[in-house]
């Protein structure tokens, strides 16, 4: 038995104005939760190449249905069994080029 008063996946769901009041310094520029996905990351970059989406953006859920990962291997997160995050960053540097290797 656990003091937890959550047990067994039933949590209250995510809060969108309780995350969005503790990331409001820089780099942060918004969250966005969402009940249900695909893949957090998936929707962020479509939100990117749409231009609704800037660095910093970040999207959650707790519970993301086709999550893919390194050699394209997928998972899913049951409803509220965990919590799945993306964030989307600018690559680009202001330090230059990287020196080739000789």
């Given at each position: 038995m656990t003091?937890s008063p959550?047990s067994?996946l039933?949590?209250?769901?995510?809060?969108?104005?309780?995350?969005?009041r503790?990331?409001?310094?820089p780099?942060?520029?918004g969250?966005t939760?969402?009940?249900a996905?695909g893949?957090?990351?998936?929707d962020?970059?479509a939100?990117?190449?749409?231009?609704t989406a800037s660095?910093g953006?970040v999207?959650?859920t707790?519970?993301q249905?086709a999550?893919?990962?390194?050699?394209?291997?997928?998972?899913t997160?049951?409803?509220?069994?965990?919590?799945?995050?993306s964030?989307?960053l600018?690559?680009r540097?202001?330090?230059g080029?990287v020196?080739?290797?000789?």
């Amino acid at each position: 038995m656990t003091d937890s008063p959550w047990s067994d996946l039933d949590r209250p769901p995510l809060r969108q104005a309780a995350l969005g009041r503790a990331l409001t310094q820089p780099p942060w520029t918004g969250v966005t939760v969402v009940p249900a996905t695909g893949s957090t990351n998936a929707d962020l970059a479509a939100a990117a190449r749409r231009g609704t989406a800037s660095p910093g953006a970040v999207l959650v859920t707790d519970h993301q249905r086709a999550g893919r990962g390194r050699r394209e291997r997928t998972w899913t997160t049951p409803a509220r069994s965990s919590v799945t995050v993306s964030v989307l960053l600018d690559a680009r540097s202001d330090a230059g080029p990287v020196p080739s290797a000789r």
